[in-house]
């Protein structure tokens, strides 16, 4: 067996979920990416070497989500227990999205895995069957839908209760800002401030709010979406945890008008910024923000309507 | 003063609310409408004839709603005292439509009224002042909104906490069926049947569905669009004071898969008919639905772009 073979190459993209009121349920695929390169291990263990920022924070063995995915998508398909294939991977993973930050970094793990295991054993998955088995792992769709198909996703359930998703044909004539603080929010611990009911006026409000948000993502309208934007179901209950993002979202919203939300569960702050807005927004990031928080990264970036791929 | 001197004429619509998953904020206005003649009454009262089905239902003296919206807007406008003014109305008001079956008949009567001042003292109102001084009547502006603008409407609180409303350009691929039991819910009652709040995954579920039900009318693709009608908000809570429309919701969503739902607090049904699906919906109606509820009413119609008006 040649150890340096490469048998598989893939690309999984970062995703902003929630979009603001599209609490659980939305997501956007962005131009921000890990790659990952496939060998056959020689070794009976899997192992991953990872190359980028936040790399302390990845498991490199058997432990990795890829690894994790690529086992679980086998044995779901098969049928057979993964340690009984006697076969061992080999991944490099060049980190381009941002670790415990709201941009779906996780995801990017199930997803490569799920692709890869797909291409290694020919499985030909369907997108739906790849969210499926990725929700075996992750268990919220908002992140991995989007990831998996690219664009803007809202998952749903249909009406024999699968998780299922649909892509939203956007416009073209909006860019994405990222502003990523300098400090992670753990995904879990965030997920424990969301009380389990919520309050009709607010449900309401997050029910309109969303809609009109998704018709400006269409439209290519944004007139107003600093208002459709605004979630009233999430964000202010975890509020603790990310205050200086929060201040960031508001500041966005309602100084210069650029719709702007949580990613994720934070603290990255993803804002939209309409094309005839790009030139303010460039220069609100240079004077004012980076004035005041300069240890943050600031990205200008896009949605991305290609989806995770391997080949 | 010339007792038959006609002062103003106008229609306003019938609206269907909620449209499923968009409880509360949504709305959509539709080809049934009541037509009003506004007369000057020599007499110190006013008075209201009603032509037309379910007249023994509606008030015809000054308790009517067209002339308290006449009064309110006055009275709001000017803040003068109406009963000061010494003028009093005769309107003459042709019913089409239906009155407690959820169809926002009250609405058609408010709007009547916020209309017929606007017009005959010539105050030139928005349509947003027009659906504030409404929702001083009638607290709910997902059937108000509609009723003055047309279209399809989704109505939200701007970051000043002002109501306001955007009107959604639809597609033009549809048609609408209503199916009108022959008994009426008062809307009063129904509203007390919906809890305070929802559990986390019943809202989530009413988020992701309504958007993608906004996204199905504005691109014209209605497939799958009989999962993203579903709600989990206010029909099951509401199911027993229309068990039989909701039986004929689920039959048109799931036998021949017609996007339906419960019109406003009910008990009307709304089904979606894509033009590909208008000749075995009419077959449907004509060989299942009136075979099993022959006293009930079925209309097709289609969405009224235009909104209601006076002149």
Do not use: W
Request: proline share 5%; hydrophobic share 35%; with cysteine.
């Amino acid at each position: 067996m040649n150890e340096n073979k490469m048998i598989a190459k893939a690309r999984t993209y970062a995703t902003a979920a929630n979009l603001g009121p599209g609490y659980d349920c939305a997501g956007m695929a962005l131009g921000l990416y890990n790659e990952h390169e496939v060998y056959e291990n020689p070794e009976n263990k899997d192992c991953v070497f990872i190359e980028g920022n936040d790399k302390h924070r990845i498991a490199t063995d058997g432990n990795n989500l890829i690894c994790a995915a690529i086992r679980k998508t086998y044995e779901i398909k098969t049928g057979k227990k993964f340690k009984d294939l006697k076969k061992n991977f080999k991944i490099i993973c060049r980190i381009g999205v941002p670790v415990e930050r709201g941009l779906g970094s996780s995801s990017t793990a199930v997803v490569a895995g799920l692709l890869i295991a797909d291409k290694v054993f020919g499985f030909k998955l369907s997108q739906k069957e790849l969210l499926n088995i990725g929700l075996e792992i992750e268990p919220h769709p908002d992140n991995l839908a989007p990831c998996i198909s690219g664009g803007l996703v809202i998952c749903y359930r249909n009406r024999k209760n699968e998780v299922d998703f649909k892509k939203i044909k956007t416009s073209n004539s909006f860019k994405i800002l990222l502003v990523i603080p300098d400090y992670k929010v753990n995904t879990n611990e965030a997920r424990k401030l969301i009380p389990d009911s919520f309050p009709k006026e607010d449900v309401i409000a997050n029910i309109s709010n969303f809609a009109l948000l998704i018709n400006s993502f269409v439209s290519g309208d944004f007139k107003n979406a600093a208002d459709f934007i605004n979630d009233r179901l999430h964000q202010p209950y975890r509020r603790s945890v990310y205050p200086v993002s929060m201040a960031i979202v508001e500041e966005l919203n309602n100084k210069i008008g650029l719709p702007s939300a949580i990613g994720g569960s934070g603290p990255t702050v993803f804002s939209i910024i309409p094309d005839n807005k790009v030139q303010d927004a460039a220069e609100y990031v240079e004077e004012t923000l980076k004035v005041k928080y300069p240890d943050f990264d600031y990205k200008f970036t896009s949605i991305s309507d290609k989806g995770s791929y391997c080949y």
